[in-house]
């Protein structure tokens, strides 16, 4: 190819010399990719497994180098696989309205000349002479090229009374759109590739990984429809898997290269396929943010490299193997997490947060530890369990006022749904227990999920701790039968204890007259009277103001409706500490509240959650409802 591109040489461009060594560099991804693998599966692990001495962690670092390098070639490599691929994709359309052009010129008699002009001979009469008019020559573009070619073609009689005339225009044109359109492709698919190119050394960096970054975005740009546009991203998480199945090995290798970060978000895909698109789209993802400016930027970057580091370590606690289900920056940032393969795991757990979750260094080190610890215990039940932590919606933040409002949980409810649908289509165990849990303001959104129509797709057992609240009735209305939900609710967990709307609104109103009427009455003994005051009439009227709805609304309710803990939902309460006590305990305001996953500060809460997620539901051990 070259920038003055004759239709002579699109004829004749042999594409598939071009697939041939776009396959060539396939091959190169794949063996990085092994290469890679051996490095981090065999090499590191056996090594921190078996050395101990002060070479080791020198040696492991060097490792660790080389697996990053290799990590850079499969995935610069297989973008320029997909970029090749792209091009000739774009070149053999543009090859073939080429080709139709000069079949019907040499159907019509008609010479094409190296510029593409084409040449036709005389015809029809001239009325006055009598005689053939005159053939002749005409290039292409004699009419604006976004025209229908239709409408491209001028008419005979108009300009030029020789019915070959208007023929050989249309095929002039033909051939100049055709031309015109793979010189553009080319220049494009050229610029694209031009950026795949390392930059000297032998270390791959952040900078290193921005750029990757970009390479990416610039091959997307130009492939996008070659292999975005063809992943089902409206099917069903069946279907996708479906599609997936039946792709070749050579094309899943592509859709990997090009589109990590579709790949692994999309439901439906199997997990092993989603943890390796998501290991390349974190660090893409890390390159990205480190380029940018802002404390979430910071926040999700410190995220995403303490979660790159557990990817890459040695199991903690004796915990399965850790898959990257999900990862992205949109919103507050998303992360899904699993511990063992949840396609090959008879028992499978999808725990949703709340309450300020969001993707910083908290929950990459505490929130993913729950699933962890609830894996952990799981297994020493039955050993084919894998746990996941699904950060796949923006949790309200303590920051606003979003918590005291349903709509995270219901935008949040269809996406959950939709992982859950996609957890059944590619688990390959023959009866699959799944167990769906919420925790915090989490325990909404599993709630509304469970609400929805066909509930949660897969869904066993229910288990929800910490709760203000389902929106549900009853445990009745979750889909699952009442005997397969299950509550956990310490005695010093605030949050369990959420007055209901009425009883809010009753201390919101209290607290704003009694401040007024304190301050008021204050004031007669100066300034600082009237800010006692007002601060004393507050918390009076506040209390007034929510025995007064307390007592015209049903126990039973808190703030997302009926309390899961209470009797009349009917759930399993089981068994939980009581947890320290807000403030007065000296750990903060609610301790109790993240304690329920943690063996060390709850170990009989943990033991139970560890049981349901298990299939041992029955053998809990319960404690009355309120």
Known sequence: MTA????????????????????????????????????????????????????????VGRLRRLDRNYDYIRTECGLVRTTVNSLVYELVGFQSQLKDALDDAASLGFTVAADGSVSYPAGGKNLITNQPIPGGSVTGGYLPLSRPPSLN???????????????????????????????????????????????????????????????????????????????????????????????????????????????????????????????????????????????GAREKLEALKSIDSQLRGAPVDKAPPMYLLGIGDEGNGRAIVAFGDPDTSRNVSAYVPGLGTKLDKDFADGVVKRARQTAVGARTFDSSTAAIVWLGYDAPQLTNLDVMSRHDAEVGAPAYNQFMAGISATN????????????????????????????????????????????????????????????????NDPVTYLPNKDESKGILMGAGSGASVGGSLGLGAGPLGGLVGAGVGAIAGGAAGYFAQDGQTP????????????????????????????????EGPTPAHSNYFNPDKDRVSARNIALVVAGHGGEISTQEPR
């Not at 560099?25 to 065999?42: F, K, L, M, N, P």
């Not at 492939?223 to 997936?244: E, N, Q, V």
């Not at 999309?266 to 802002?294: Q, T």
Request: with cysteine.
């Open 428 to 491: 390959q165990t023959d009866n699959p227990h799944i167990t769906a849990i919420g925790h915090s303001y989490g325990s909404l959104t599993v709630g509304l999920a469970a609400q929805q129509h066909g509930g949660i797709p897969g869904a066993d057992d229910i288990v929800l701790v910490g709760s203000p609240g389902t929106g549900a009735k009853t445990a009745d209305d979750l889909g699952v039968g009442r005997d397969h939900v299950y509550v956990g609710a310490a005695d």
């Open 4 to 59: 003055v591109l004759t239709w002579k040489q699109l004829h004749d461009l042999k594409c598939d010399e071009l697939l041939d060594a776009a396959e060539g560099w396939g091959a190169v991804s794949t063996q990085a990719d092994a290469a890679r693998d051996r490095i981090s599966d065999e090499m590191v692990r056996s090594l921190e497994a078996t050395q101990k001495g002060m070479a080791a962690p020198a040696a």
């Open 153 to 295: 073609a001028p008419q005979p009689g108009l300009l030029n009374p020789n019915p070959n005339f208007g023929k050989a225009q249309d095929i002039a044109d033909r051939i100049l759109r055709a031309l015109t359109a793979a010189r553009e492709a080319d220049e494009h698919f050229s610029k694209a590739l031009n950026r795949l190119k390392a930059e000297p050394g032998l270390d791959v960096t952040e900078s290193t990984w921005k750029d990757a970054a970009g390479d990416l975005a610039a091959v997307r740009e130009v492939s996008g429809d070659y292999l975005k546009k063809t992943i089902p991203t409206g099917a069903s998480p069946a279907d996708r898997h479906d599609w997936w199945t039946h792709l070749s090995a050579t094309q899943r290798d592509e859709y990997l290269a090009a589109c990590p970060d579709i790949l692994g978000n999309l439901d439906g895909i199997p997990a092993a396929v989603r943890d390796e698109a998501n290991r390349d789209n974190l660090r893409l993802l890390m390159g990205k943010l480190a380029g940018e400016d802002g404390d």
């Open 555 to 586: 126990k039973s309710e808190i703030y997302f409706g009926t309390d899961p803990a209470n009797h009349e939902f009917g759930a399993h309460r089981f068994e939980v500490s009581d947890g320290p006590v807000p403030v007065l305990g000296g």
